[in-house]
Structures are given as C-alpha cells and as structure tokens.
C-alpha cells in the first residue's frame, strides 16, 4: 500500500518517498489517508465509466 501512496506523491506532487518518511507522523498519516480516499474515489470513478461505455456499446 505504502508504494502505491509514494508513487501518487511522487507523480502528482514530486514528493519523493524519503520526503514523506522524513514527515512528522500526523502529517504523514493524514496525506496517505488522503491519498488512499483519493485513489479509491477514482478506482470507482473509473469502474463507472467503464460500466457506462459498456452499456452504451449495447
């Protein structure tokens, strides 16, 4: 899970990994909680989408 938080912080903010290890453990507790509510919210966004263009093939 921690790689797929670092990775996200790497590409959309140019955070590298040793930069979140090096935060105070709040900080880095509420940024990967954000960053998992967020790719869960596109995981399902896309899983929608796709639901979507799906149906309309039909």
Same mark, same amino acid.
């Given at each position: 899970?921690?790689?797929?938080?670092? /990775?996200?912080?790497? /590409?959309?903010? /140019?955070?590298?990994? /040793?930069?979140?290890?090096?935060? $105070?453990?709040?900080? !880095? @507790?509420? &940024?990967? @909680?954000? &960053?998992?509510?967020?790719?869960?919210? $596109?995981?399902?966004?896309?899983?929608?989408? *796709?639901? *979507?263009?799906?149906? !309309? !093939? !039909?």
């Amino acid at each position: 899970m921690y790689a797929n938080v670092a /990775h996200y912080a790497l /590409h959309k903010f /140019h955070k590298f990994p /040793h930069e979140l290890l090096n935060l $105070d453990e709040n900080e !880095r @507790a509420f &940024i990967m @909680a954000s &960053i998992t509510v967020k790719l869960k919210k $596109d995981k399902e966004e896309a899983k929608k989408a *796709k639901a *979507k263009a799906a149906k !309309r !093939r !039909r």
